[in-house]
Structure formats: structure tokens, C-alpha cells
């Protein structure tokens, strides 16, 4: 027998491969593909259950305090002890905001950090994606994530205020005055997560980071607000202190645009402070892009 007899043959195996022939997604259609995928990521669907327990509960600890506000609307409106909601619409993320603050801590990470540890970011720009279609991606889930966990206790608070029978007119106008808000306050907060995650591929520094600024910016300057309006007498001072917080800063755009109370110990004060706020915010939201996008071309693939 020759040694090419005894040599071993090569056998192909079909296993069953084939070359996509199908329709193929253009830039716009992969970048909104992962807009729905990382807001899905972002409330732990598709994902094990244990991904969905904080934001759920989240979800949950928005929603309560709405329902019980709503079934109070009703009862003290059945018996001729209120004429409106005990709590305003534009006040709701303020009160709330331990659990906002929670959420898009354990969100922003999620959306992104996950990412960098994998590295998935170069499988992303394997097809006709641009890194800033990532960005803008991401920051469109994010926001709209936030927005939604702030729109449905105020719609629960809006369907008790019909349900009570309160002027439908100035319920309705109230409604969309605080969907406006809470819009600018998902693009704030959704922002400054978004950046902080960015720069760590450990979910929980990120989480840390997030909960650290939020908190501790709230906590310095509403204590500052506090002891300059009250011990200084000093109300349009401790009004422009609320630029240095996301959460006072939008809660200071509020009170300039609608004329609601302020949820602060001083809101803007003068003709100048209102507008000012409103710059500060718009541009806090596109210096948080444009950080964002400075962040990802340093990214390497």
C-alpha cells in the first residue's frame, strides 16, 4: 500500500450555512435598532429576571405614591375637601427624585458600561454604524427610559384629577406643563449617567459615581439655598445657587416657565434668572453630547 492510500482523506461536512439574502437595514435602521435594544436593555427585558428587580421596582415605587395621591384626589373631592391635587404634576419628580436618582444610576450602566467590559462596541461599528449613531442611540433610550418613568404617575395623578371631577381645562394644561418638565429632566439626568457611566467598563463604580454627584449635588446646594434664603435673608442669591444641581436647575426652569412653586428653598428670582436657568439646562444636555461623542472616538475597536 502506498503512503498516499494510508494518508487520512479530508471530509467536508454541510452543517448547514447559508449567505443572507434578505433585506439589509440602512445606518438610520441599525441605529434605531439599538436605540430599542438598549431601552429594552434598560428595564432588564430580554434579560434574567434579576436585571429586572431594580428597574421594576423602580417603576413601582414611582407608581405608589401616584395611586394613593389619585384615590385621595377622589375621596376628598366626594366629600367637598379639595378642589385640586394634593401634590402638583411639577413637583412629583422632586419628591420622588431618591427613586429617580436610583434608577438612572443602575440605567446608565446598563446602557453602556456593559459595552466597554465586552468590548461589543467594535461589533456595533462592523456594520454602518457611525459612533456617533452609537451616542445618539444610547442617549435617545436613556432619555426616553427616564421620560417614561416620570410620565406614568403623572398620568395616574391626571386620571384621579378627571376621576374627582377637578377642572378638566386646567388639569389638562397642568398635564402637559409637567410632561415638558419631565422631558427636560430626562435629558439632564440621562446626560451628566451617560457621561459618568462612559467612563468606566465597572458597572458598579458607575452606579457609585452616578448616586454620589446626584446626591451630593442636591444635598450641598438645597442646604446652601436653605441657609441663604432663611439666615441671609438673601432669596435671589440662594435662587441662582440652584444652577449648580441638576435637580434644582430643572426644577428652576419649571418655576420660571409655569409659574409653579418651587420644590427648592428659593426658585430663579428676577426677570434674568428664568431664562438663564433655561440656557444653563439646554446647554448642560448638549455639552453632555458633545462630551459623549468626544468620549467614543477615543474608544478603540
Known amino acids: 500500500m502506498s503512503p498516499a492510500d494510508s494518508a487520512p482523506s479530508g471530509v467536508i461536512h454541510n452543517i448547514g450555512y447559508r449567505g443572507y439574502d434578505g433585506e439589509r437595514l440602512t445606518r438610520r435602521g441599525i441605529t434605531f435598532g439599538l436605540y430599542a435594544h438598549s431601552l429594552r436593555g434598560i428595564f432588564g427585558l430580554g434579560r434574567a429576571a434579576r436585571s429586572k428587580v431594580v ?4 417603576v413601582v415605587v414611582m407608581l405608589l405614591p401616584a395611586v394613593v395621591l389619585a384615590v385621595v384626589a377622589v375621596v ?8 385640586g391635587p394634593v401634590v402638583p404634576y411639577t413637583r412629583y419628580a422632586m419628591i420622588l427624585q431618591a427613586a429617580l436618582a436610583i434608577f438612572v444610576a443602575v440605567a446608565a450602566p ?3 458600561s456593559l459595552d466597554l467590559r465586552f ?33 406614568a404617575p403623572l398620568l395616574v395623578l391626571y386620571l384621579g384629577s378627571l376621576a374627582a371631577r377637578f377642572d378638566a381645562g386646567r388639569e389638562t394644561l397642568d398635564l402637559a406643563q409637567a410632561l415638558l418638565g419631565a422631558l427636560l429632566f430626562a435629558a439632564v439626568l440621562s446626560g451628566l449617567s451617560l457621561v459618568i457611566a462612559s467612563l468606566t467598563a465597572r458597572r458598579g463604580f458607575g452606579i457609585a ?5 446626584l446626591v451630593l449635588s442636591y444635598s450641598i446646594v438645597s442646604s446652601l439655598q436653605g441657609v441663604v434664603a432663611f439666615e441671609a435673608d438673601d432669596a435671589t442669591t440662594a435662587g441662582w445657587i440652584g444652577l449648580f444641581s441638576p435637580m434644582t436647575l430643572v426644577d428652576g426652569v419649571q418655576v420660571w416657565a409655569f ?5 427648592t428653598p428659593a426658585g430663579p428670582a428676577g426677570d434674568l434668572a428664568g431664562p438663564t436657568f433655561l440656557v444653563v439646562a439646554l446647554a448642560f444636555v448638549a455639552l453632555a453630547y458633545w462630551a459623549l461623542t468626544r468620549r467614543y472616538r477615543k474608544v478603540k475597536v
Open 55 to 58: 428597574p421594576f421596582g423602580m
Open 119 to 151: 468590548h461589543s462596541l467594535p461589533l456595533y461599528l462592523a456594520r454602518p454604524l457611525e459612533r456617533v449613531d452609537y451616542v445618539r442611540a444610547k442617549l435617545a433610550a436613556m432619555t426616553t427610559a427616564v421620560f417614561l418613568l416620570l410620565a
Open 76 to 83: 376628598g373631592a366626594g366629600l367637598g375637601q379639595l378642589d
Open 259 to 263: 409659574g409653579v412653586t418651587s420644590s
Open 110 to 112: 446598563q446602557a453602556v
Open 209 to 213: 459615581a452616578i448616586v454620589t454627584v
